[in-house]
Structure formats: C-alpha cells, structure tokens
C-alpha cells in the first residue's frame, strides 16, 4: 500500500481514477459521471453498481477531494505520486512534468484554450494539494503526442503573427495514443514501425496518423472540435456556418459555444442521444441518419490520414465506440475494401483482436486503451528520480 501511484483523469463531466502499484499492475479503478449536469452525481467503482453521491458534491473539486478521503485513502493507503491528465500542453509541454508553482501557473495561462478542461484538471491538482499536501504530483498533457506533427500540418492558411499568438493545430487525445502505440509491437510485429492510423472513438473522437511510432497527422486541430462527428460536436464545419450561427444568435459567441460542444454531433442530428449504443438500438430515422453520418465522415478522415502518411499498414479501433460498436467497425471497414480491408464478420462480432481476414491486403484491430496506466507510469519515473 506504501507505494501506491493515484492516477487522475478529469474530463468535462467526469472524473477517471485509478490505482495502481510500483509494478504499475492495477489495484483498483472507477468513475465518478454526471459532474455539472444537474443530475446526482454517479460513482462506479470496479464492477459494482452505480453509487449515487450526495447532491452537494457538484463541482470537480468537491467530488475529487471526496474521492481522495472517502474512496481512494481507505483503499489505497498512503499516496506516493498522483499523475494528472491535463488536456493542453501549448507549445510549451511536450512530455510529462513535475508540477511545482511555476508548471502549475503555465497550465492556468493555457486554460483558455481548453476551457471546458483546463480548469478541471486544475481543481485535481489543487485537490490532492489539499488533500495529500506533499505527495509529488506529474502532469501528462493530451496534446504532447502531437508536437512531432510537421509544422506545415500545425500552421492554418492565415497570416504567421495568429500562429505566433498559439493558433495551431494541436491535436488531442494523446494518451489514448500513446497507449495504443505501446501495445502496437505486440499485434503488429516488424509491421508497428510501418504507417497506422489509429481511431480514438467515443463521446470525443478523432484520428491520429503514427508512422514508426510518432505522430505525423491528426484530425483534430485548435480545438477539439475539428475534424470528425462526435457524440455532441458537430467535428470539421465550413467556417463561414460558425459565422452564420453567431449571426443568427445575435452575436451571442457564448450561446454558439454551448451549441458547437454540447449541442451538435450525434445529439444534434438524432435529436434522441449522444450516446452511439442508444442511437444503433433506437432504429428511428433520424437516429439512422446520426449514425450513417458518423461513419461517412470517419471513413473520408480515414482516407486523408492515409493521405498524409503515404497509406497505412493497419487500422485501429480504439475507445468507447472503437472497443464496443461492432456494427460501427463493420461500416467503416466495408467502406474501405476499395483499401484492401475485407471484414472477418466473426471475429469482429466477438471484440476480437484482428477483425480482418488472413487474406486482407491491410488489417484492422481492436485494442483497449488505458489512459490512466500511461499517467501512472509517467508519475512512477519521476517518484524513481
């Protein structure tokens, strides 16, 4: 118990946690949901059910320092190193740090490029600050995985002095990727140093093009609104409709926010769920077009991943809907056998690791991601300095 490692993932309505040991071997895990949403929040822990959690627990930092004294002490003991998942790194992180008074002030000063993150991932810091005064604390940034992207694939069209600013492409959902970049030897073999596209599905989705390990292309950008449908984002839109939308709002940029992040995407068009399990059930017409949609615009982002990284070796499904939505894969994968992939319908419907034929031209896989293992291993190098 001496050596827990607390790893700490703080999305926009949610709080990911887990414990693990000095060997990184997973001690316990769990999720607190509906953060913010005016719903009683929900604790999962392991495989028990739901737990609904006092009303009062409202916020991120509330909850966490109620994880930290009530869950996770009890369990684990006395805390040696908690990582942090932090969404954006800028410019300025491009691997894992200590956090102490001056990291922790250029993460603040990166917040308004990830307002519905940033300062969440701040209230975990200062709660275990609070909670566990001392113990050493390391933040793993979502974007770092992207900083080997070429910088003509970081710039937009638009005069240098906005790039200077920090308006950039920077791409996210970097521990995802780096997990799965890890596991890729183990499935691909002499293959993992080839071109792979891997494809982060879940509420947030996004693209990612590795060649020999390092990122070369991603299809989110400034924000995590760019590039593919998600479950309430709408994914790449013609700028010239944001202008119209904040136009039509009266000028109200807050209101087509709210619309852009938690209006749009699957919710939006299906008008029933953001959730793909709901809309692959539902069988409505609008749910049908929501998800036909869904899988269009993955597939044309697939094409131009493979574009930009001269073909792919191997494709991966990786996330919620990546791991769980066969009949998503299935889609996508037919839709691509002008690549050379053909569907093993077996193997796909039982979540296996390979969902392509011995005879594909290119394979496709599943893997499970693990954001929290990478944090922790993360925080274990730096307790070992």
């Known amino acids: 118990m001496a050596d827990t490692i607390l790893a ?10 887990a414990a693990f040991d000095d060997a990184l071997e997973c001690r316990f895990r769990g999720q607190v949901e509906n953060i ?9 822990l392991g495989g028990a059910a739901p737990e609904t959690l006092d009303a009062a ?3 991120h930092a509330s909850i966490i320092g109620y994880l930290l004294d009530e869950v996770i002490a009890p369990r684990a003991g006395a805390l040696r190193a908690v990582g942090h998942r932090v969404v954006h790194g800028g410019t300025v992180f491009s691997e894992p740090v200590r956090i102490d008074d001056d990291t922790r002030r250029s993460i603040t000063e990166l917040a308004p ?13 200062d709660a275990v600050a609070a909670s566990a005064p001392g113990v050493l604390q390391v933040a793993c940034f979502d974007t770092a995985f992207h900083r080997t992207i070429p910088e003509h694939r970081q710039l937009m069209a638009l005069p240098r002095r906005f790039a200077d600013e920090g308006l950039r492409r920077f791409g996210f959902h970097g521990l995802s990727y780096e997990r799965i970049v890890s596991r890729l030897p183990y499935v691909l073999g002499n293959r993992a140093n080839g071109p792979v596209v891997i494809a982060h599905l879940g509420n947030g989705c996004s693209l990612s093009g590795v060649v020999a390990g390092h990122c070369a292309w991603t299809s989110m950008g400034f924000t995590p609104l760019d590039g593919l449908m998600m479950g309430t984002r ?11 939308l904040v136009e039509r709002h009266g000028g109200d940029a807050a209101a087509v926010d709210r619309l852009l992040n938690k209006g749009s995407g699957l919710m939006g068009v299906s008008g029933v769920s953001p959730d793909m399990r709901t809309l692959l059930a539902d069988g409505s017409k609008d749910a049908e077009l929501a998800v036909a ?5 993955l597939v044309q982002e697939i ?27 299935a889609r996508v994968v037919e839709a691509l056998d002008w690549l050379g992939l053909v569907l093993d319908q077996k193997a796909n419907d039982r979540h296996a690791l390979t969902v392509t034929t011995n005879g594909s031209a290119r394979s496709a896989h599943v893997i ?6 990478v944090i922790a291993a993360a925080a274990r190098c730096y307790r070992r300095d």
């Open 8 to 17: 700490l993932n703080c999305g926009s309505s949610s709080v990911k946690f």
């Open 36 to 44: 913010g949403s005016g719903l009683k929040p929900r604790l999962r």
């Open 57 to 59: 627990l409202d916020d």
């Open 113 to 125: 490029l990830a307002p519905s993150h940033q300062p969440h991932n701040l209230a975990g810091i």
């Open 234 to 244: 709408p994914g790449r839109l013609d700028p010239g409709a944001v202008l119209w």
């Open 293 to 297: 949609m869904f899988v269009d615009r």
């Open 303 to 329: 094409g131009s991943a493979a574009a930009a990284i001269g073909g792919f070796e191997a494709l991966v499904f990786t996330g919620g809907i990546g791991e769980n939505a066969e009949a998503i894969r």
């Open 368 to 373: 499970g991601t693990d954001e929290e293992a």
